[in-house]
């Protein structure tokens, strides 16, 4: 069975400053990997995804994650935080089952301090 | 741009109620799901819907049903509302193919009183 594990439910950083969310996963099959954002009273954007092409992962607003199959880890990063990254991010598992569905971590609320 | 679309952003029913929520997605997306999310709890799977008329229960199926009539449809059903149900319900779609990320609805904010 699939799962995640986001083991900070909430992270503060401050402005310029690295941000790091961690992330352990569980799959029975070869997984594939997403990190989601949630902005207040927004809808659900994706951040990234991991398929398998390259271990380091490249994302929107700067973010990163790379791969890590002997530590089951798909941690989160940013070199510099800013203050529009306050949100709460969401990692997410899917195996490569056909028809398989998405599973959600409970989140990490990142706030970001001036 | 893809496009998932909840017929509702806001709704308040009575207990007992009958409620349906509705998603239509127009990618041609063969994989729609419905989840509910509670603050500190995630997003949790309710159903998912791999076909047309075919769907499988997710981690929290009870007191809840779906219907996929259509590719571009799926519904979701509450029998019978009760306050337990107040949430955020989030509509996705994706295609079944390795690495495909889904796409996500605005969301209906459900009450229940």
């Known amino acids: 069975a699939q799962s995640v594990t986001q083991l900070d439910s909430h992270v503060s950083v401050s402005e310029g400053t690295p941000v790091l969310l961690r992330c352990n996963y569980s799959?029975?099959?070869?997984?594939?990997l997403f990190w989601y954002v949630q902005h207040p009273n927004k809808g659900l954007q994706l951040l990234l995804k991991y398929t398998s092409a390259a271990t380091l992962v490249k994302g929107i607003n700067g973010f990163e994650a790379e791969f890590k199959k002997s530590e089951t880890s798909f941690h989160l990063t940013k070199p510099s935080a800013h203050m529009s990254d306050a949100a709460e991010y969401f990692c997410?598992?899917?195996?490569?089952?056909?028809?398989?569905?998405?599973?959600f971590g409970k989140g990490t609320t990142l706030s970001v301090s001036s | 741009d893809v496009k998932v679309t909840q017929s509702s952003r806001y709704l308040v029913k009575r207990t007992g109620e009958k409620v349906f929520l509705e998603c239509v997605q127009d990618m041609d997306h063969e994989n729609m799901f419905w989840y509910r999310q509670d603050p500190g709890l995630g997003l949790r799977l309710i159903y998912f819907?791999?076909?047309?008329?075919?769907?499988e229960k997710g981690d929290i199926p009870e007191g809840y049903s779906v219907s996929r009539e259509k590719k571009e449809r799926f519904s979701l059903i509450l029998e019978s509302a009760s306050t337990n149900q107040t949430s955020m319900y989030l509509c996705?779609?994706?295609?079944?193919?390795?690495?495909?990320?889904?796409?996500f609805g605005q969301g209906t904010r459900l009450t229940v009183v």
């Open positions: 799959s029975s099959y070869s997984p594939s």
């Open positions: 997410v598992v899917r195996d490569t089952r056909a028809g398989t569905a998405l599973i």
């Open positions: 996705a779609s994706s295609f079944s193919g390795w690495g495909t990320e889904a796409f």
């Open positions: 819907s791999y076909d047309v008329k075919m769907k």
